[in-house]
């Protein structure tokens, strides 16, 4: 069964650092999706990608997180200066076209940032 | 006036038994509603989803109602398992636009 790929798993890094995180999602799908979910809250959206143009960034902190999908396929999104509050898990997800198709997620990447 | 549907941070049940887990959306105007399983350290899992011009929808030992009049969405697992604990959140969405995810319920399944 095809599943959302995402590295790593877990990063330490200290705060002012920058962090880097990677998402291959499931093969043919064209909409991509990146989350953050803090600890006993639902993931809440950060920038969603179809094909390689963004379509929402509208909550993603442009001053300090960028994310790029440049082929259409894997995504990168990158934090740079890390800061505490930054802590959490990255949730990558999927879907096949659109957004009511359904969206497949990734296992994450737990971020500390100290 | 009566609540239904309130939604509980926990739920307890035992194995075997059949468990309900609510959910109240906030767009009266979504139309995509999905429900995930999140076991600890993991991504979310899909479980099942349905579309607004349903009430109802089975899958295995799953089934989701969804009552749009007080904006309501439950998700019933018939036969309860321990492997079943997990936090589930419902999803709901407008056509074009993101997920927005509800609070999650932590079901907690003893043998």
């Known amino acids: 069964e095809a599943e959302v790929a995402q590295s790593p798993r877990y990063k330490i890094t200290e705060k002012s650092q920058a962090v880097a995180f990677w998402c291959d999602p499931i093969s043919g799908h064209a909409t991509l999706y990146w989350y953050r979910q803090i600890l006993g809250q639902g993931p809440e959206l950060l920038v969603q990608?179809?094909?390689?143009?963004?379509?929402?960034d509208s909550q993603l902190p442009k001053d300090r997180f960028s994310a790029e999908r440049l082929k259409g396929v894997d995504s990168t999104l990158k934090i740079q200066p890390a800061e505490l509050g930054d802590s959490a898990m990255y949730l990558c997800?999927?879907?096949?076209?659109?957004?009511?198709?359904?969206?497949?997620f990734g296992p994450g990447t737990r971020l500390l940032v100290l | 006036g009566e609540s239904v549907g309130l939604h509980l941070p926990t739920l307890s049940v035992q194995e075997g038994d059949n468990s309900i887990i609510n959910c109240a959306y906030s767009?009266?105007?979504?139309?995509?509603f999905i429900w995930y399983k999140q076991e600890s350290g993991k991504g979310p899992q899909f479980i099942i989803d349905?579309?607004?011009?349903?009430d109802k929808r089975q899958g295995q030992r799953v089934t989701v109602l969804l009552n749009k009049t007080v904006k309501h969405l439950s998700l019933q697992i018939a036969a309860t398992q321990p492997g079943d604990s997990a936090v589930y959140f419902c999803a709901e969405n407008i056509a074009g636009t993101a997920l927005i995810f509800g609070k999650g319920t932590t079901l907690s399944v003893s043998s």
């Open positions: 997800a999927s879907s096949r076209r659109d957004t009511q198709e359904t969206q497949y």
């Open positions: 990608f179809q094909d390689e143009s963004v379509v929402d």
């Open positions: 349905i579309r607004s011009n349903m």
């Open positions: 767009n009266s105007a979504s139309d995509y």
